[in-house]
T-cell receptor
Framework: RKEVEQDPGPFNVPEGATVAFNCTYS??????FFWYRQDCRKEPKLLMS???SGNEDGRFTAQLNRASQYISLLIRDSKLSDSATYLC???????????FGTGTKLQVIP | NAGVTQTPKFQVLKTGQSMTLQCAQD?????MSWYRQDPGMGLRLIHY???????DQGEVPNGYNVSRSTTEDFPLRLLSAAPSQTSVYFC?????????????FGEGSWLTVV
């Protein structure tokens, strides 16, 4: 089983739709969790950290479920500019233990 | 507001050639690292450093060397390029790994080995 797994997509959604991605991780000792966004042929950039209690940043909501070992990202009212690949990142302790998922591609359609 | 700067952006090498990818950050971060990104594989850690004079291997270190003589610079050397090293390389830096910290990436270096 991969340490971090994501559905590669693509998720094709119309503007204004709500879309959710999940990411599962295998190491129950994982300590911190993040969502990064990567545009085509660009570098990854932090979208948001994921807190145990769940956290929201505008149209984006991230949640952590430690019991089932997954994190989720919910995007409400999708915009064309949300089209990108979303990377799940899990830190299991130490720099060598930071694992990136392969990403979920989102395409928002007019 | 430079952040993480890496050069070159594009490079074509012949098998067996050597080269150095340069990376510099101006945020006074202790942590620096190099990743490669291949289709369907995600970002994989090549080497990392937790401070000047300290480096360690990541998941895929073979064929690469690094050094960290200053806080700012973290070059990646390809010793004898192979086609398997064709990839996109990202340099990154951060002030830590706890929740709330950010890993900042350079713009990437597209390397083709023929």
């Amino acid at each position: 089983r991969k340490e971090v797994e994501q559905d590669p997509g693509p998720f094709n959604v119309p503007e204004g739709a709500t879309v959710a991605f999940n990411c599962t991780y295998s190491n129950s000792a994982s300590q911190s969790f993040f969502w990064y966004r990567q545009d085509c042929r660009k570098e990854p950039k932090l979208l948001m950290s994921v807190y145990s209690s769940g956290n929201e940043d505008g149209r984006f909501t991230a949640q952590l479920n430690r019991a089932s070992q997954y994190i989720s990202l919910l995007i409400r009212d999708s915009k064309l500019s949300d089209s990108a690949t979303y990377l799940c990142v899990v830190n299991s302790g130490g720099y060598q233990k930071v694992t990136f998922g392969t990403g979920t591609k989102l395409q928002v359609i007019p | 507001n430079a952040g993480v700067t890496q050069t070159p952006k594009f490079q074509v090498l012949k098998t067996g050639q050597s080269m150095t990818l340069q990376c510099a950050q101006d945020m006074n971060h202790e942590y620096m690292s190099w990743y490669r990104q291949d289709p369907g594989m995600g970002l994989r850690l090549i080497h990392y450093s937790v401070g000047a004079g300290i480096t360690d291997q990541g998941e895929v270190p073979n064929g690469y060397n690094v050094s960290r003589s200053t806080t700012e610079d973290f070059p990646l050397r390809l010793l004898s390029a192979a086609p398997s090293q064709t990839s996109v390389y990202f340099c990154a830096s951060s002030s830590g790994l706890a929740r709330g910290n950010t890993i900042y990436f350079g713009e990437g270096s597209w390397l083709t080995v023929v």
